[in-house]
């Protein structure tokens, strides 16, 4: 569910924005969309960085009532942005929701790690993680039978569904066994400070600050690449003569595509990380993100003839090399253990995103440069080259057991 709230942005993005950006006294240009677009996606990014707070929490008062209260801000904050009055309002609103969301991912890794058995712990991971891109084809269909009718601020509102599940979470959902008798050890010994700190010891500082790398470069590809897929249909279609229903389902369509191939490299993933180990899965699917990234928006953004069709392609293989997430989902908790497990988790993934917000917003001045979205979104793949030589410094975790 915080993939659908997280991409409900990405689908409405320019008719919310030229509907707000008159109220803030701003004229809605290509140009103007494309910036403003870009720092709301840039604050967005900010607040879920801000969200690495959830894992000193998670670690010490525990993984599932630290998710209950994460899924009841993000799902409050994007629920209000359907009221927003102003540019300036939905960003504020974004900000808070990214807070939320900023917690989501790491607590649930830990949960399912320690919760799962050993020889099932990597594939629980990667299923556990598709709910996220799950969430991109919800929110598709949203925007394809919602959205599309009742326009951009119906979406923002279906974004407040999540909090339903609060209640089932608490009734069905226990701490894991491995988390409480940490606790029992530790007993008043084991606080969030200590739980982040550890984090810097010699122990793990090598792979926090590799660890962060790596997550700043997918996060660079994801945020200032691949999430602009629906705006970049709507410009496509637009410019092929569409109308505005045809337009939002297309961008419909593009995004569902982006979750569903994604959700088949989950399902790849597991395999080839047993087989060929943590990095160099990692790596395939950082070379298959750059290349989908160069050639939707380098090339098939810019085409005269047959767009729609190519980039609907494109979408599927941006949304299959997106993948490249999964492996952090059990790879990283593979590295810490479980005192500082979830804080690790929060920092590594969530310190990434204030530099791929920087990176964002560069791509949303190289749009206002440009006047295009294609050329600055497509230099983004360049980032996933940096990740190709990182690799190799890595920790290989292959074979071994969680961490006690």
């Not at 609103?93 to 607590?107: D, S, T």
């Not at 699917?285 to 069709?309: D, K, P, Q, R, T």
Request: proline share 4%.
């Amino acid at each position: 569910m915080d993939g659908m709230d997280s991409f409900i942005y990405s689908l409405v993005l320019v008719p919310a924005l030229r509907d707000l950006l008159p109220r803030s006294r701003i004229v809605p240009t290509t140009a103007n969309v494309g910036l403003y677009g870009s720092l709301l996606f840039a604050l967005f990014m900010v607040g879920w960085g801000t969200g690495m707070i959830w894992g000193p929490i998670a670690d010490r008062f525990g993984r599932v009532r630290t998710m209950m209260f994460s899924i009841l801000s993000f799902s409050l904050f994007t629920l209000l942005a359907a009221f927003s009055a102003g540019v300036w309002t939905l960003a504020l609103l974004r900000f808070l929701a990214g807070v939320g969301i900023g917690g989501e991912w790491g607590i649930g890794a830990a949960l399912v790690s320690e919760d799962w058995p050993e020889e099932r712990r990597t594939m629980g991971a990667a299923l556990m993680h598709t709910g996220y891109y799950i969430g991109f084809f919800l929110a598709a269909a949203a925007n394809y039978f919602i959205g599309s009718r009742f326009g951009w601020r119906s979406m923002f509102a279906v974004g407040g569904i999540p909090a339903i599940f609060i209640a089932w979470i608490r009734k069905n959902v226990r701490e894991p066994v491995r988390w409480e008798n940490k606790l029992d050890q530790l007993g008043e010994a084991w606080s969030m400070r200590r739980a982040f700190l550890v984090l810097f010891s010699p122990q793990y500082r090598r792979r926090t600050i590799l660890n962060s790398l790596f997550l700043i470069v997918s996060l660079t590809g994801l945020w200032a690449g691949s999430v602009y897929t629906p705006a970049a249909m709507t410009y496509i279609a637009e410019r092929a003569g569409r109308t505005e229903v045809q337009v939002a389902r297309l961008a419909s369509y593009s995004t569902a595509l982006l979750g569903i191939g994604t959700v088949i490299g989950a399902l790849i993933v597991p395999f080839l990380a047993d087989w060929l180990g943590r990095r160099i899965t990692l790596a395939i699917f950082y070379a298959l993100m750059s290349a989908s990234i160069w050639l939707a928006f380098a090339h098939v953004f810019y085409l005269e003839m047959n767009a729609i069709g190519w980039f609907i392609v494109c979408s599927f293989l941006l949304g299959l090399g997106g993948a490249n997430f999964i492996v952090y989902s059990f790879w990283l908790p593979e590295q810490y253990e479980t005192e500082c497990r979830a804080s690790a988790f929060a920092f590594t993934t969530n310190f990434g995103r204030f530099a791929a917000a920087g990176f964002t917003f560069l791509v949303g001045a190289g749009v206002q440069h440009f006047q295009t979205l294609g050329t600055p979104i497509a230099l983004t793949a360049f980032a996933f080259v940096v990740g190709l030589l990182l690799l190799p410094f890595g920790e290989e975790t292959k074979g071994k057991p969680l961490p006690a």
